[in-house]
């Protein structure tokens, strides 16, 4: 598998957004977009206002409930190819999002933090989807992949990177013996986490051919929103979105 990187600072704006190189348009919110959370109950004006910048409604979006879980949700059900993915009505608890071509949903996103968001598509099908895959959810990927299978354009938007996302010893421990020791690292007596790796090992095995990565980490990037950086204070949540098809270019 080969693995090629990009860094924000090459990649074009839209507004508040990074547009990140992909089969379909794909982008990232950055810190002066605000706070991309939301509630099922209510509307956040501030991500409705982001979403217009890139021609998209509230409605527009097929959001999910994120819980840390390793669930994909296939939005549509007419895709027969896809029968190992049951449709649910949006929003539901899940932490991915696969959206077909004849969806009603003109975009597929999630919210993270220092979590790794995770673009797919898959030509085949015409499948596009986003994934969020923080340290609980690492194997959500793996989940996707079954469905969509290896021949998958992946793209790993940014995320905090293992020399920034310390971890107490049991929670790596564990990771580890998941995913991998070269996960995992201890320096100086304190382990840190590496998501991407482990994302990357996922891909490698399922048998994908080829992965982008945005090297930038969110610890260190003022520029984008970070949980470890800026603590529950001032701590506010990025948007990933993909749209499904290519019409806004």
């Not at 982001?50 to 669930?71: F, P």
Request: charged share 25%; proline share 3%; net charge positive.
């Amino acid at each position: 598998m080969t693995v090629d990187s990009v860094t924000l600072s090459a990649l074009p704006r839209r507004a508040n957004w990074i547009e990140l190189p992909f089969a379909r348009p794909a982008f990232f919110s950055t810190r002066t977009a605000g706070d991309m959370g939301r509630s099922f109950e209510t509307e956040n004006a501030t991500r409705v206002a982001a979403l217009g910048d890139l021609g998209l409604t509230a409605s527009d979006v097929a959001w999910v409930k994120q819980e840390h879980t390793r669930d994909v949700v296939y939005v549509s059900e007419r895709n027969s190819r896809l029968k190992s993915c049951k449709s649910v009505r949006v929003p539901a608890v899940a932490d991915g999002v696969l959206l077909p071509g004849m969806a009603k949903y003109r975009a597929a996103g999630v919210t993270v933090a220092d979590c790794l968001p995770i673009y797919l598509h898959n030509n085949r099908d015409g499948v596009t989807g986003v994934l969020h895959s923080g340290w609980k959810g690492t194997g959500i990927l793996d989940r996707a992949l079954e469905i969509l299978g290896a021949d998958t354009e992946v793209l790993f938007g940014p995320c905090i990177a293992g020399l920034c996302y310390a971890v107490p010893a049991q929670r790596a421990t564990a990771f580890a013996s998941e995913w991998g020791d070269e996960c995992v690292e201890n320096r100086g007596g304190r382990w840190f986490l590496d998501i991407r790796r482990a994302n990357l090992g996922i891909a490698d095995r399922r048998g994908v051919r080829s992965v982008r990565i945005v090297s930038d980490c969110t610890h260190c990037n003022s520029d984008l929103w970070s949980y470890r950086r800026d603590g529950n204070a001032i701590f506010g949540l990025a948007a990933a979105v993909v749209l499904k098809d290519d019409h806004q270019r």
